[in-house]
């Protein structure tokens, strides 16, 4: 087998895992590595704030945690181009997708996740900041039509005040 086809490198949030040659659909990239847990002992890693915990089913959990298991380099997107799957007590991450060389390599963590661990509109993928670039844009826009509304009025304001003194002044 060849080397691996990513490497981690410096993304938004830290680290994330960057395409270093093609990836075709559907072929595996990595595995997510770790010990498994079960019950009390994934119950306390959660617990402990483990933000690296992937549960495979209501038995078993992976941690993720070490630093070996480059898998927990990649980031979370509302827009990805990975997932996850498991072999029976195994997990990967696969290309949902064909990924370019240079390309960041993102899987969906899931809403539980998105919502209690990222905070929903804390999420850095980039759906979402060109969700919110977009709106801040549109905000913007609106803003600056209000303020050359209010310059116009204010401007009409001015020439009937004008007008209304130079009918004055010529009656005296
Ligand atoms: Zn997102």
Redesign the pocket.
Known sequence: MSRRPFRVGRARTGLGLFATKPIRKNSRIVEYKGPLLTGEAAEKAENSGNRYLYEINSRWTIDGAARSNVARYGN????PNADSYNVKRRVFIRAMRNIKPGEEIVYDYGIDY?KNV?G?SN???????K?RNKHAAELRTKRQRKAAKLKRESAAKRAATRAAKSKSAKKS
């Open positions: 979370h997107s509302c827009n998105l990222i929903k999420c850095q993928c980039s759906r979402c900041r969700r």
